[in-house]
């Protein structure tokens, strides 16, 4: 009963039936969980994207960024707030603002591997694949255990110079951060 993943995935598994079902109630209950579950872990990243995101589908998109930025301002030396925040950013078709939240995240920690990865994708989207192979590359160094980025790294060096200088369009990697 203490343990915030239980209430975590009774959360995730409310909100899903909720947003699958159209049943308002589970959306209802599923708040509630996800709000007990980071009362016991405060600093559960599953949790804080879960419940971000179902403030964000029921129309309470400022409720979803107050709550990460009150994660972050809580939890300075955590990177995962602004990492989170700038997925949401992302999602809600602000790159750019995802990409200083990002580097706010590295400023916290500069090996995180999942802000790395995630920088990375924002520059290859953006058009500025040698900054991305970059990214891709540190985030390789501290995680070997990516394939997704690991198969973007080798199609850009496979890629070679002249998309990496000309801009030619990228393909696109899925979202995994």
């Known amino acids: 009963p203490d343990m915030g993943d239980g209430y975590y995935n009774l959360a995730a598994a409310l909100h899903q039936s909720g947003v699958r079902y159209n049943r308002p109630d589970d959306l209802k209950q599923a708040e509630v969980l996800y709000n ?11 949790c804080y994207r ?76 953006a058009g500025d694949q040698m900054q991305a192979l970059q990214n891709y590359q540190r985030s390789l160094a501290v995680n070997r255990n990516q394939p997704q980025v690991a198969a973007r790294v080798a199609t850009l060096q496979t890629a070679g110079g002249a998309l990496l200088t000309t801009g030619a369009p990228s393909t696109q990697m899925a979202n995994q951060w």
């Open 50 to 125: 879960g419940l971000a995101v179902l403030l964000n589908e029921t129309g309470r998109r400022d409720a979803s960024y107050r709550l990460l930025n009150n994660w972050a301002a809580a939890s300075p030396q955590n990177p995962n707030p602004r990492i989170e925040l700038a997925r949401l950013l992302e999602e809600s078709s602000r790159p750019q603002e995802a990409e200083q939240q990002l580097v706010q995240a590295l400023t916290v920690d500069p090996n995180d591997a999942r802000a790395l990865a995630a920088l990375g994708r924002l520059r290859d989207e």
């Open 36 to 46: 007990q579950a980071l009362e016991r872990s405060p600093d559960h990243v599953e």
